[in-house]
Each structure stands twice: as C-alpha cells, then as structure tokens.
C-alpha cells in the first residue's frame, strides 16, 4: 500500500472487491438488521468463499458456525465487515490487523460526518489501517456488491432482491443511499451491474480508487460516478486518464453546482465541494459525461454498455411525424450532431416509394405507413445503405406494441446488425421489455422519448471523439525558478519571469524619473503607456496608474506627474517607479491565468474581457498541464470565440499563439505545483493572425513560505 495519498495501488484493493473469505463482525441472525443483511445477502447469491459471522453472544448464525472473536476462526480472513457501533468500531479494526485481514468494510457511522471528535476518531481509524497495511472502505458507508461474485456486502434493503445475472456496467458512489437507489431504478429498466461500491467518508479507499478499480475491471464496459466532494483532484484525474486509456466511458453527477447546494454536500459527508466550474472544466478535459439527473445517469450508462460508439457524427433521423422529426434535428444540431441532407439520390428512392414524403433528413415517411407498415422498413433500409450515415435514429412510434408489426422491425434491425455493423441504431418509441431486450442483444437501443434517443447518440459520439483525442505537447520550454518575493512579484518581473518561460510579453522599461521616461519612450517608440510599478498595487486601473496612448514627451511628462499625485492620494503610497511599454491595441484582449485549486491543484483560465472579464464571467477551465491541442478545445468553449475569429471586418486572431501561450503556461504552472498561489496574465493581446500575441501585464503571487531561488 503506497504511502502518497494520491497513488492508486489497484494491487491491495483485489481483497476488498474480490476476497476469497469474508468475516461480518457484529453478525446479526435476524436478517432485517444490519449485521444480518450482508449474511444473507451473502448467502442469497451464492459467493463461493467461506463465510464467517462474528458474534461473541451466538452459537450459530443464519445456519453458519458464529465466532466470538475474529481471532477466533483460525482461518485466512481476506475481507471483514465491521457492522458494530462506534463505541467497539476501533477495538474490532484493531483485531482485524492482529490476524492479518487484508480489507475493511466499516458499516459503523458516527465519525467525520458527526463532529470534530468524530474526526479525530477517523483519522486514528485511518492510521491503523496504514500501520497495519489493511485497505479500509468507510466508515459511514454501506459497503460494496460484486454481483459476479456474489459478494453482496452490504446492507442497503435494495439489494435483498437481485438474482440478476451481472452485467457490465460499474456503480461507484460517495453516498450508499444513492447507490443503493440507482441500484433499484436500473433493475427498474432491466439494467445489470457489474459492480456497486459506495465510499463513504473515505478515511482510506475513496471514489477514485474504485474509478481506477472499474476502468481496470475486464467484467465492467462503463463507469457511473457519483461525486459530492473530493479532496484529491490530482488523484481523480489519474483514476479518469486509465479510463479514457482503457477506452471506457465515464458518466458522472456532480453535487454542488450551486451555493446551496455544495453547502449541502459538505454537511451531508464532510466532503470539501471544491469549485463547480474546474470540476466541470475536468470533465470536459477527460470526457467525461455530466448528468443531470438519475434518468439521464442511468439511460447514458445503459447506452455505453449496450450501443457502439459511431465512427463519425452523421446521424440519419427517419419519422412518422413531421413535429418529431423536427424536435429531433433541434436536439442533434444542440449536441453537435450532423444531419446532413440525404444524397439526391436517396431522396429521389424514397420519394418513388411514398411520393408525399420529405425525404432530405429528417426524412419523413409520413402517416402512410398506417396503410402499409412495410413502408417504414423499406425506408429506412434506403436511409441505411444510401445515406452515409454512422448513426440512425428511426421514430416508430407505438407501430411495435403490436405483435406482427414488432416481429418485422425485429428482423429489420436484424438485418441492419448484419449488414451495417458499425452503424448505430437507437430506436425512439413505445416498446415492450421484450422488444427492448432482443434490441440491446443486438447492441440496438430504445428510448421512449426522440430527444433521450438523440442524446443517447451524442454521448456515444462525443466519447469516440473523446477517445481519439490527440493532444500534442507545447514546443520544449526553460521551466525558470520562481524569484524569491514575501509577496507578489511586481509588473516588471512578473513579465520578465513569464517571458523565461516561454509566453510573450511586452517589452518595458523602468523608470524612476521623466528624464528616464522620456528616454525609454524614444527607444521604444511613441506611443506608449506608463504605468505604476508597485508590487502592493495589484490593480493599477483601480487606482489611475495607467496611462495609455501618450503620443509626445509634454504629453509623457505630464501624465508622469498626474499619475505620481493620483496614485499617492489614493493609495498612501508614495510612487518611486514607473514602466513605459509601447502602446499596442491591434488585437482582442483575453485573459490568461492559474488558480491553485484546493482539490486539483494548478488550473489554468481563459476568457476574453480584459478589464471586464468578472463582469462577463465568460471564462473557461483546465487542470494543468495540457498541450496544444487542449488549448484550442479550451478556446473554442467561450462564448465570445466569434470575436476571436473576427467580426464586423475585424480580422481574424492568431488564436494558434494564443493555444501556444495557454500551453506554455499549463506546463509552467504544474511545475510550480504549490509553491504558486496564482498567475494573472491581463490584458492578454491576441493581435491579427500571423502577428502573434503578446502580455501587456501581469501578476504573480507565490505562495508565502514556498519560494524558490
């Protein structure tokens, strides 16, 4: 077991979600208590280990020989669950480690979730199982079901119904309510898992390592993830990279989107919500899809264990109706899907076969399939050989609650499986269990509602695209030492340090006197700006230190006085030293940044605005570092991007430089780790393609105490 608490050793958690024996401490014979469920949930689905209850007041428990003590079985126990209160949770662990258990399932609540002693008790908990090299899951969670295996270790009453066969589609849960109900509601949709595991206030295994564990599974083809909070982004974002390695899709909901809400969170499991917005930029970083509700959870889920991703975005939408059929070219065109025009002469084809059709896509067979429902069929066979399509969803309506009429569109889809084996096919309509059933044996899908089936289609599209991703590293670059400072650096080698690493800054001049001013200013050019050079001024707008377009030295010279008197009546601070830089304005002005993260560290932002950029809010998130290819995906999220590529005869911005700078700025962000509190690149000036960019300010705060030379 690694000491890091941000590695991932998928070796020691084998005992916890494989064991090969299990003892329940605090065993229970009455199966509707908690320490009689996992008996005989564990009994009830046939785990092929032994089973050894732990109870010093039975004999026998559910017709299983009971123990007094886990030091009592005599026997290599692989997984103990603690199913005890708190006051006896810590004296059962500590028996646990003295005859070598491998894994802990902690049922027992009452410790970080409660106070501030309950967190001391939770980490006492934690230190144990690091010194005795045990694997523990909890406390306060309601353990983990391997429905392989049968090891249904827990207690949640939804489990005590199975008998499913497993399937291929991976639970794992901060909260084992949740997991528990989601459990229910898919078995509700005839959904089968491969998995459930619920971490609970997470003293040692946590979310991520059962992520890591699923996208390592070979049973489990998808992963659901429920988040509150978590503390050890770095290690989230390792456990998602072996998945998007591994080419297994991530579904996530994520609490916390708003004020209330992350208040909520925390209360509920003591978990740090940390900020919406990077935890939303992560997931768009590592694909992965964020629901917005357990329906959506569930019918994204489903759709990513039973349907193929589609080899590009074309989609072919065919109808009965009119009004559906437009409802669902909104939704595609909404989820970046393409409905492109069926070729001219697929449309002609389709128009001989029901001459009052609309056949360009959506195509639209019309309510003359009531007098022939042949002619659906034979549609959309046109529509699949001819209209170069990945993807098709057909709307069919309630046609297959009737028996003769499900019959053909099964030996229709039958056929399509056959013929076109890498086309996606997700049918909009009113089915049956059994209808849906034999459609997902064929990797077919079904969904009662058009806009679901046209959702379903762009999850699946968006984790091909995802999963093909490339990403090319930024050209080589100097990491520089950070400068020592007790606080942030000034304007002057804030630039000078950005411009070490690689990104382009202005060329500026320090000055302490007009003489000097005007010196630099013929040097560098008229016009120019001056500004004040303070290090505890940082926001010289705020305070009238700025001066832009000064065109002459009496114009330089006055501007020089005006600013000394305004920044010193404003501020107390008597002003020694100013900058000139040469006055540029031919560009689009962005903000580039880092924020340290409380959960993931170093985060790079953009967003266009300059001086307005908390105003407009239209600002995007990536957890460091990241290439090139990233960098453009990241431009290309603002909303304001038309400006970018030129409005209004405005031309078009380098926005290549602009992906370098954003690059360059990622890598040096990582590797200053924590010893940077925040970078603050703004203005930002995106000049003309072809002309590059350049940062006309900057601000560097490093962290106190965590400077380097």
């Known amino acids: 077991m690694s000491?890091?608490?941000?590695?991932?050793?998928?070796?020691?958690?084998?005992?916890?979600?494989?064991?090969?024996?299990?003892?329940?401490?605090g065993a229970s014979s009455d199966a509707a208590k908690i320490g009689g469920m996992p008996v005989a949930f564990i009994k009830a689905n046939g785990f092929a280990g032994p089973i050894y209850p732990i109870n010093p007041n039975a004999r026998d428990i559910q017709g299983l020989p009971a123990f007094a003590s886990i030091r009592d079985v005599g026997a290599p126990v692989d997984l103990a669950i603690i199913a005890v209160p708190a006051a006896a949770a810590i004296a059962a662990l500590e028996g646990c480690v003295a005859v070598g258990v491998c894994a802990v399932i902690m049922f027992t609540a009452g410790f970080a979730e409660i106070d501030a002693e309950g967190t001391r008790q939770q980490e006492r908990i934690a230190a144990i199982c690091r010194a005795g090299g045990i694997r523990i899951m909890g406390p306060n969670c309601i353990g983990l079901?391997?429905?392989?295996?049968?090891?249904?270790?827990?207690?949640?009453?939804?489990?005590?119904?199975?008998?499913?066969?497993?399937?291929?589609?991976?639970?794992?849960?901060?909260?084992?309510?949740?997991?528990g109900h989601l459990h229910r509601m898919g078995r509700d949709r005839d959904i089968a898992f491969s998995y459930c595991i619920t971490t609970g206030n997470e003293a040692d295994v946590d979310v991520a390592d059962g992520l890591a564990f699923l996208a390592e599974d070979p049973g489990t083809k998808a992963i659901l993830v429920y988040l509150e909070g978590f503390r050890k982004g770095r290690k989230l974002i390792r456990a998602l990279d072996m998945a998007r390695h591994n080419r297994k899709p991530v579904v996530a909901i994520k609490l916390g989107r708003t004020e209330v809400g992350a208040a909520a969170a925390q209360s509920h499991t003591a978990a740090l919500a940390g900020a919406d917005a990077v935890y939303d930029a992560v997931f768009r970083q590592f694909g992965v899809y964020r629901a917005a509700s357990i329906d959506e959870f569930l019918e994204i889920g489903l759709a990513c264990t039973v349907g193929k991703p589609p080899p590009d975005d074309r989609v072919g939408l065919v109808t009965v109706s009119?009004?559906?059929?437009?409802?669902?070219?909104?939704?595609?065109?909404?989820?970046?899907?393409?409905v492109a025009p069926m070729p001219q002469a697929a449309q002609d084809r389709i128009r001989r076969l029901v001459p009052f059709a609309?056949?360009?896509?959506?195509?639209?067979?019309?309510?003359?399939?009531?007098?022939?429902?042949?002619?659906?069929?034979?549609?959309?066979?046109?529509?699949?050989?001819?209209?170069?399509?990945?993807?098709?969803i057909p709307f069919i309506g309630s046609s297959v609650r009737v028996p003769e009429r499900a019959a053909m569109m099964l030996d229709l889809f039958t056929r399509l499986r056959a013929q076109y084996p890498h086309m996606l096919v997700v049918a909009a309509a009113l089915t049956t269990p059994e209808f849906r059933a034999k459609l997902q044996a064929l990797g077919y899908l079904a969904y009662e509602e058009p806009v679901n089936a046209v959702r379903a289609v762009a999850a699946?599209?968006?984790?091909?695209?995802?999963?093909?991703?490339?990403?090319?590293?930024?050209?080589?670059?100097?990491?520089?030492?950070?400068?020592?400072?007790d606080g942030p650096l000034s304007e002057f080698d804030a630039l000078h340090f950005l411009k070490a690493a690689g990104l382009p800054v202005i060329e500026e001049r320090l000055v302490d006197s007009p003489a000097q001013a005007h010196d630099a200013a013929q040097a560098l050019g008229f016009p120019v700006v001056l500004k004040v050079a303070d290090a505890g001024i940082l926001h010289k707008t705020e305070v009238g230190g700025v001066a832009l377009g000064l065109a002459s030295r009496e114009a330089l010279a006055a501007a020089y006085a005006a600013m000394a008197e305004r920044v010193a009546a404003r501020t107390g601070r008597k002003v020694e030293r100013f900058i000139v830089a040469p006055m540029i304005a031919d560009g689009?002005?962005?903000?580039?940044?880092?924020?340290?993260?409380?959960?993931?560290?170093?985060?790079?932002?953009?967003?266009?605005?300059?001086?307005?950029?908390?105003?407009?809010?239209?600002?995007?998130?990536?957890?460091?570092p990241f290439g090139l290819d990233e960098?453009?995906?990241?431009?290309?999220?603002?909303?304001?991007?038309r400006i970018l590529e030129g409005v209004r005869g405005r031309p078009p911005a380098d926005?290549?430089?602009?992906?370098?700078?954003?690059?360059?700025?990622?890598?040096?962000?990582?590797?200053?780790?924590?010893?940077?509190?925040?970078?603050?690149?703004?203005?930002?000036?995106?000049?003309?393609?072809?002309?590059?960019?350049?940062?006309?300010?900057?601000?560097?705060?490093?962290?106190?105490?965590?400077?380097?030379?």
């Not at 000491?3 to 401490?25: C, H, K, N, T």
């Not at 360009?360 to 034979?378: A, E, M, S």
């Not at 300059?610 to 995007?620: N, T, W």
């Not at 960098?631 to 991007?641: D, G, P, Q, S, T």
């Open 358 to 392: 609309a056949p360009r896509n959506p195509i639209d067979i019309t309510g003359q399939v009531l007098n022939d429902f042949r002619l659906l069929g034979q549609a959309i066979e046109i529509v699949a050989a001819e209209g170069g399509y990945a993807s098709l």
């Open 322 to 338: 009119g009004g559906v059929g437009v409802l669902m070219a909104d939704a595609a065109a909404d989820h970046r899907l393409e």
């Open 460 to 485: 699946l599209a968006g984790f091909r695209r995802h999963f093909d991703r490339q990403d090319a590293p930024p050209p080589g670059i100097d990491l520089p030492r950070l400068p020592r400072s």
């Open 655 to 709: 926005i290549d430089a602009l992906a370098l700078a954003l690059a360059r700025l990622s890598v040096l962000a990582a590797s200053l780790g924590d010893a940077i509190e925040s970078i603050d690149v703004n203005p930002f000036l995106v000049r003309p393609k072809g002309q590059g960019a350049v940062a006309l300010d900057a601000l560097v705060i490093p962290v106190k105490k965590a400077n380097s030379e």
């Open 588 to 624: 689009v002005e962005c903000v580039l940044g880092v924020h340290r993260d409380a959960a993931f560290g170093p985060c790079v932002m953009f967003g266009l605005g300059g001086i307005f950029v908390e105003a407009l809010g239209d600002v995007v998130f990536r957890a460091a």
């Open 145 to 179: 079901v391997n429905f392989a295996t049968g090891l249904y270790a827990s207690f949640h009453p939804a489990f005590a119904d199975s008998g499913r066969p497993d399937g291929t589609l991976g639970i794992v849960t901060q909260s084992g309510a949740f997991g």
């Open 3 to 25: 000491s890091s608490p941000d590695a991932i050793d998928l070796a020691s958690l084998e005992p916890l979600f494989r064991p090969a024996s299990v003892a329940i401490i």
């Open 631 to 641: 960098a453009h995906r990241m431009i290309r999220e603002v909303r304001a991007l």
